[in-house]
């Protein structure tokens, strides 16, 4: 979809018009004298409502973009989707295939182990009776350790799962602010209709400030 280069040239058109009136306004301002509130409140209505038709006559352009990109992104996740699953299936059967074997090899070493525990108590009980053993007990052979040799690519790699949230240390907690704010806002109306002080969030200070609209 093309921008219409007439459409921006009076929107541009537009924007200096607005722009040049508050220009003029500041450039009579003294520094160090009070204003009149009243004037510059009408240029920062005026300015304000001028960002809203920018932003409306930007999203004449965009909304049909993003709905066409949504519908595209949404043919092709499914498309995706089954390919992803039999990918994620494959892996854990990997996985799962080694751990399999890895679990055998432990299994034949912890064998291999217990045999020769078995193999030194028996030594020692012949030396304590005086009997001639030889020096060294004969090793038990152990498993080979796992190879991979199938084609699959494997690397090691570092994540992480949380125990106990309260050991964590804060500066690795993130605050989330539009949480905050909503628990905010609705506390004071609250307070409002109530007629009772705002409740509190631990942690976090409430104030009010000024704000033109």
């Known amino acids: 979809m093309e921008v219409d280069t007439k459409q921006i040239q ?4 537009q924007r200096d018009n ?3 009136e508050a220009h003029k306004y500041l450039g009579k301002q003294k520094s160090g004298v009070a204003c009149d509130t009243d004037v510059a409140n009408v240029f920062i209505t005026k300015l304000k409502n001028g960002l809203k038709a920018f932003k409306a006559d930007e999203m004449s352009f965009t909304r049909p973009i993003n709905e066409q990109l949504k519908r595209i992104r949404a043919r092709y996740r499914v498309i995706s989707e089954p390919i992803e699953k039999l990918v994620d299936d494959l892996i854990s059967l990997v996985h799962e295939s080694r751990r399999i074997k890895q679990a055998a090899i432990d299994e034949e070493n912890r064998k291999a182990e217990a045999e020769e525990e ?3 108590k028996i030594q020692a009980a012949h030396e304590a009776k005086g009997h001639k053993v030889a020096e060294d007990i004969t090793p038990v052979p152990k498993a080979a350790p796992l190879s991979v ?3 699959t690519r494997v690397r090691m790699v570092w994540d ?3 125990e106990n949230e309260i050991k964590i240390p804060a500066e690795y907690k993130t605050v989330d602010l539009v ?3 909503r628990g905010m806002l609705a506390k004071a109306q609250k307070a409002k209709e109530t007629g009772a002080d705002i409740e509190r969030i631990p942690g976090v200070r409430f104030f009010q400030k000024e704000q033109i609209y």
């Open 179 to 181: 949480k905050v704010r």
């Open 10 to 13: 009076r929107i541009e058109a």
């Open 118 to 120: 078995r193999r030194r």
């Open 160 to 162: 992480f799962a949380i």
């Open 18 to 20: 607005l722009a040049l």
């Open 149 to 151: 040799t199938d084609s």
